[in-house]
């Protein structure tokens, strides 16, 4: 009877769910804006504990926080951001050369000194933390967990039931940045939110493609950061990315002044 018991509880929570659980981006996620807070929070916890990821302590960089903070309240702010309330949106940079940025449920996001180093204009970098604050508030991650784990997992560690289960997909997930590796679908939704948020902005709206465009250029499509993964192919970003902008008839100057150079001298 206790299974049954159960049954009927799933299959009534279920249906209140699915009548209830369509988002502020009219996208049917079983975890609650809270879940997904949840998640986040020991995510980061456990990036926080991980020596793989070296963080720079806001107390010893203040110069390089207050430019990446302004850069991602502008975005924030004037961007449009669905769950700009209820995420947490903090940002720490990561020391070591790599080409990479990613974000967690519940608006951590995380960006390394190499991504910064690479890119030449604030643009570029204002391109892929729209893009990271989109898998955020896209709920990306919380989306792909319902594919992976199914409803009936997903529906215990809603219930309370399996709080230990929620442990263990936060540690899958900070364990490897494949954890955050997203569909073909997944990373076009980010990159035309980015360039949707940046119409708003100071930045250049399609500065999302000058990552891709620079990896082109010098021959380097061969790495595999997530927003790198190879579908759909840079060549197919880029197109996409201009015809977002266009549409969106969006300015694409690249913005004067933006003091990027002494961003990068500021960085260990
Ligand atoms: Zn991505």
New binding site residues.
Partial sequence: MKILRYSLSAIVLFGMILFSACDENNNLVLFSVQNDIDLGAQVAEQINNDPQYVKMARADYPEAYSYLDAMVNEILDKGDVAYREEFVWDVTLLEGDVLNAFATPGGYIYVYTGLIKYLDNADDLAGVIG?EIA?ADLRHTSRNLQKQYGVQILLSIILGENASQLATIAGQIAGSVAGLS?SREF?SE?DARAVEYNANTIYACDGVKNFFQKLEDSGQTGGTP??LSTHPSPDTRIADIVAKAQALSCDTDLLANSGYADFQASLP
Avoid: N
């Fill in positions: 893009h898998h997203f990373e980010s997530e927003f």
